[in-house]
Protein backbone atom coordinates (compact mmCIF):
# COMPACT_ATOMS: atom_id res chain seq x y z
CA UNK A 1 0.00 0.00 0.00
CA UNK A 2 0.90 3.27 -0.70
CA UNK A 3 -0.32 6.86 0.54
CA UNK A 4 0.71 10.28 -1.09
CA UNK A 5 0.24 13.22 1.21
CA UNK A 6 -0.06 17.06 0.19
CA UNK A 7 0.80 19.79 2.07
CA UNK A 8 1.27 23.73 1.52
CA UNK A 9 -2.24 24.83 0.55
CA UNK A 10 -4.14 27.72 2.27
CA UNK A 11 -5.26 31.12 1.88
CA UNK A 12 -3.73 34.08 -0.50
CA UNK A 13 -4.24 37.08 -1.99
CA UNK A 14 -4.09 37.64 -5.92
CA UNK A 15 -1.52 38.43 -7.25
CA UNK A 16 0.23 36.17 -4.57
CA UNK A 17 1.86 32.88 -4.18
CA UNK A 18 1.84 29.59 -2.61
CA UNK A 19 3.38 26.19 -3.28
CA UNK A 20 2.24 22.78 -2.71
CA UNK A 21 4.18 19.78 -1.90
CA UNK A 22 3.43 15.78 -2.62
CA UNK A 23 5.42 12.92 -0.95
CA UNK A 24 4.43 9.60 -1.17
CA UNK A 25 5.19 7.23 1.74
CA UNK A 26 6.87 5.00 -0.14
CA UNK A 27 9.17 4.89 -3.11
CA UNK A 28 8.41 3.65 -6.32
CA UNK A 29 10.22 1.71 -8.20
CA UNK A 30 9.19 3.47 -11.44
CA UNK A 31 7.08 6.40 -11.81
CA UNK A 32 4.96 6.77 -15.10
CA UNK A 33 3.79 10.33 -14.10
CA UNK A 34 3.57 12.88 -11.44
CA UNK A 35 1.32 15.69 -11.92
CA UNK A 36 -1.34 17.78 -9.68
CA UNK A 37 -5.12 18.56 -10.71
CA UNK A 38 -7.56 20.84 -8.82
CA UNK A 39 -11.15 20.75 -8.43
CA UNK A 40 -12.87 24.24 -8.50
CA UNK A 41 -16.33 24.79 -6.70
CA UNK A 42 -19.64 23.48 -9.25
CA UNK A 43 -16.69 21.96 -11.83
CA UNK A 44 -14.68 18.68 -13.08
CA UNK A 45 -11.18 17.94 -11.57
CA UNK A 46 -8.97 18.88 -14.05
CA UNK A 47 -5.65 18.15 -14.98
CA UNK A 48 -3.50 22.01 -13.82
CA UNK A 49 0.07 20.23 -14.86
CA UNK A 50 1.95 17.00 -14.97
CA UNK A 51 5.65 15.97 -15.05
CA UNK A 52 6.81 12.87 -16.87
CA UNK A 53 10.12 11.07 -16.79
CA UNK A 54 11.14 12.19 -19.63
CA UNK A 55 9.88 15.27 -22.10
CA UNK A 56 8.72 18.60 -20.58
CA UNK A 57 6.41 19.93 -18.13
CA UNK A 58 2.70 20.13 -19.26
CA UNK A 59 0.38 22.50 -18.21
CA UNK A 60 -3.16 23.71 -17.97
CA UNK A 61 -3.65 27.00 -20.67
CA UNK A 62 -5.30 28.31 -17.87
CA UNK A 63 -1.84 28.10 -15.38
CA UNK A 64 0.81 28.49 -18.42
CA UNK A 65 3.22 30.79 -16.95
CA UNK A 66 2.04 31.45 -13.62
CA UNK A 67 2.54 27.57 -12.13
CA UNK A 68 5.69 25.70 -11.92
CA UNK A 69 5.72 22.10 -11.15
CA UNK A 70 8.81 20.00 -10.37
CA UNK A 71 10.18 16.88 -8.29
CA UNK A 72 12.85 15.34 -7.06
CA UNK A 73 12.96 12.11 -9.21
CA UNK A 74 14.73 10.06 -6.01
CA UNK A 75 11.89 10.71 -4.02
CA UNK A 76 9.53 10.84 -6.22
CA UNK A 77 7.70 13.99 -4.90
CA UNK A 78 6.06 16.26 -6.69
CA UNK A 79 6.00 20.26 -5.62
CA UNK A 80 3.67 22.86 -7.75
CA UNK A 81 5.00 26.72 -7.62
CA UNK A 82 1.74 28.88 -7.99
CA UNK A 83 2.40 32.87 -8.46
CA UNK A 84 0.50 35.35 -9.46
CA UNK A 85 -2.42 33.72 -8.17
CA UNK A 86 -5.98 34.38 -9.28
CA UNK A 87 -9.53 34.60 -7.54
CA UNK A 88 -10.56 31.69 -10.08
CA UNK A 89 -7.05 29.21 -9.10
CA UNK A 90 -9.79 28.80 -5.80
CA UNK A 91 -9.74 25.05 -5.67
CA UNK A 92 -9.19 21.59 -4.04
CA UNK A 93 -5.87 21.06 -5.58
CA UNK A 94 -4.74 16.95 -5.88
CA UNK A 95 -1.52 15.03 -6.07
CA UNK A 96 -1.84 12.03 -8.33
CA UNK A 97 1.15 9.77 -8.71
CA UNK A 98 0.95 6.66 -10.88
CA UNK A 99 3.87 4.21 -11.15
CA UNK A 100 5.16 0.79 -10.10
CA UNK A 101 6.41 -0.89 -7.03
CA UNK A 102 7.67 -3.89 -7.30
CA UNK A 103 5.47 -5.32 -9.83
CA UNK A 104 2.55 -4.03 -8.41
CA UNK A 105 0.88 -1.07 -10.16
CA UNK A 106 -0.27 2.41 -8.48
CA UNK A 107 -2.46 5.26 -9.28
CA UNK A 108 -2.80 6.68 -6.30
CA UNK A 109 -4.28 9.89 -4.87
CA UNK A 110 -3.51 12.57 -2.09
CA UNK A 111 -6.36 13.74 0.36
CA UNK A 112 -6.45 17.38 -1.66
CA UNK A 113 -5.36 20.85 -0.35
CA UNK A 114 -7.34 23.57 -0.05
CA UNK A 115 -6.48 26.92 -1.79
CA UNK A 116 -8.40 29.81 -1.69
CA UNK A 117 -7.24 33.19 -3.56
CA UNK A 118 -8.99 36.51 -2.26
CA UNK A 119 -9.61 39.19 -4.51
Known amino acids: QVTVVESGGGLAQAGGSLKLSCTPS????????RAWYRQRPGMQRELVAE???????KYADSVQGRFTISGDNAKNTVDLQMSSLKSEDTAVYYC?????????????WGQGTQVTVSS
Open 26 to 33: RRFSAVRA
Open 96 to 108: NIKGRIGFKVFDE
Open 51 to 57: ILPEGSP
